[in-house]
T-cell receptor, first 112, second 114 residues
Framework: QKEVEQNSGPLSVPEGAIASLNCTYS??????FFWYRQYSGKSPELIMS????GDKEDGRFTAQLNKASQYVSLLIRDSQPSDSATYLC????????????FGPGTRLSVLP | DAGVTQSPTHLIKTRGQHVTLRCSPI?????VSWYQQVLGQGPQFIFQ???????GRGNFPDRFSARQFPNYSSELNVNALLLGDSALYLC?????????????FGEGSRLTVL
């Protein structure tokens, strides 16, 4: 079992729809969870961080965390073509430092 | 405010050579981490330094080494380059303590080994 798993996609949604991205992790002791967006040829850009169970909203983005089920999700409301990118889920599994384990990413395509 | 800066942005080396990649963190950030990203995969952790102390090392061979300087900038060195070392090398800094907070990435150094 990989440490952080995501559907590779591509996930295609029409403009204006809700895009739902999912991520599962294996280390039950993980405490910090992050979503990054990466455009082709660019570096990852932080979208959201979440540390507690439940939902966290920031503009059109909502992160959801369920530690009991070991999954993290990202909802993008009113999807725009500019949201087309690869979305990376990351988990910090190191209590002594920052050892982020990234999933392989889900490629999202928002169709105009 | 300047983000994380990395140099060089692109470089081409041949097998067996050595490479040094440099990183300057966001002002005020004391933690610097290095990641390797191969095409089509998520970034993979190489090293983390906080206050010049190594806080973590990923599953990479001893050919990879790093250090952090008193001004919190960092270098990643890779010796005896292999074709498989071709990747995007990302530096990230963090504003928080050694084991908390978010990572902010630079634009990366794209290494091609021929």
């Amino acid at each position: 079992q990989k440490e952080v798993e995501q559907n590779s996609g591509p996930l295609s949604v029409p403009e204006g729809a809700i895009a739902s991205l999912n991520c599962t992790y294996s280390d039950r002791g993980s405490q910090s969870f992050f979503w990054y967006r990466q455009y082709s040829g660019k570096s990852p850009e932080l979208i959201m961080s979440i540390y507690s169970n439940g939902d966290k909203e920031d503009g059109r983005f909502t992160a959801q965390l369920n530690k009991a089920s070991q999954y993290v999700s990202l909802l993008i409301r009113d999807s725009q073509p500019s949201d087309s990118a690869t979305y990376l889920c990351a988990v910090n599994k190191n209590n002594y430092g920052q050892n982020f384990v990234f999933g392989p990413g889900t490629r999202l395509s928002v169709l105009p | 405010d300047a983000g994380v800066t990395q140099s060089p942005t692109h470089l081409i080396k041949t097998r067996g050579q050595h490479v040094t990649l440099r990183c300057s963190p966001i002002s005020g950030h004391k933690s610097v981490s290095w990641y390797q990203q191969v095409l089509g995969q998520g970034p993979q952790f190489i090293f983390q330094y906080y206050e010049k102390e190594e806080r973590g090392r990923g599953n990479f061979p001893d050919r990879f080494s790093a250090r952090q300087f008193p001004n919190y900038s960092s270098e990643l060195n890779v010796n005896a380059l292999l074709l498989g070392d071709s990747a995007l090398y990302l530096c990230a800094s963090s504003p928080s303590g050694p084991n908390t907070g978010e990572l902010f990435f630079g634009e990366g150094s794209r290494l091609t080994v021929l």
